[in-house]
């Protein structure tokens, strides 16, 4: 079947406005992951969610930023009033459980604050 | 805080040599090392990885060495081709919802 995909694949948006990042996961995936990735950097942690429920935000910078996954399968990451230092990839990975071994990412969505 | 440290940033080899990259780690609790291959535009695709109860792992042409007691673990292409070229992350798994911690990264660029 179909990896993980992310829509929109670009972004971009002006200083101060309201964006909404989709994630895709593969079929029957439980576990989603969400990632930011500067340039020239690693993958950074955000959140994570077993099915529903956000398991582990700790990851995500401040109340700017809000993930949901309403139905335990596809995930929107949403931030606020944006700032030109959330310029980034936004990756989104999913995984057949919490702890599997492999995640599985998509292409990400580059999102550009002017 | 890094929690997993990469080097080299970049790297540069022929056709045929054998880049190596390497990774350290501070957190014991860390219980998966996989590395991930990723070109311009995608997402990181997982290439090998690695427990810490193993020294060596081999897939191929790609070859993981672990030394558990070092904090310590790198990779290596045997007969590396331009095909190669991409940048190559280390990653190892940890935390609450067991998310992985990704190194900086290291660009490798294979000359024909």
């Known amino acids: 079947g179909a990896g993980v995909s992310q829509t929109p694949s670009n972004k971009v948006t002006e200083k101060g406005k309201y964006v909404e990042l989709r994630c895709d996961p593969i079929?029957?995936?439980?576990?989603l992951y969400w990632y930011r990735q500067s340039l020239g950097q690693g993958p950074e942690f955000l959140i994570y969610?077993?099915?529903?429920?956000?398991?582990?935000d700790s990851g995500l910078p401040n109340d700017r930023f809000f993930a949901v996954r309403p139905e335990g399968s596809v995930s929107t990451l949403k931030i606020q009033r944006t700032e030109r230092g959330d310029s980034a990839v936004y990756l989104c990975?999913?995984?057949?459980?919490?702890?599997?071994?492999?995640?599985?990412f998509g292409p990400g969505t580059r999102l550009t604050v002017l | 805080q890094q929690q997993v440290k990469q080097s080299p940033q970049s790297l540069i080899v022929q056709k045929g040599g054998i880049p190596i990259i390497n990774c350290a780690y501070e957190?014991?609790?860390?219980?998966?090392f996989p590395w991930y291959q990723q070109f311009p535009g995608k997402g990181p695709a997982l290439l090998i990885a690695?427990?810490?109860?193993?020294s060596e792992k081999k897939e191929g042409r790609f070859t993981i060495s672990f030394n558990k007691s070092a904090k310590q673990f790198s990779l290596h292409i045997m007969d590396s081709q331009p095909g190669d070229s991409a940048t190559y992350f280390c990653a190892a798994r940890g935390g609450a919802g067991n998310q992985f911690y990704f190194g900086t990264g290291t660009s490798l660029t294979v000359i024909p």
């Open positions: 969610f077993q099915g529903t429920g956000a398991a582990d």
């Open positions: 690695i427990r810490p109860d193993v």
């Open positions: 957190n014991t609790a860390f219980d998966y």
């Open positions: 079929s029957g995936h439980t576990a």
């Open positions: 990975a999913s995984s057949s459980a919490v702890g599997g071994d492999t995640q599985y």
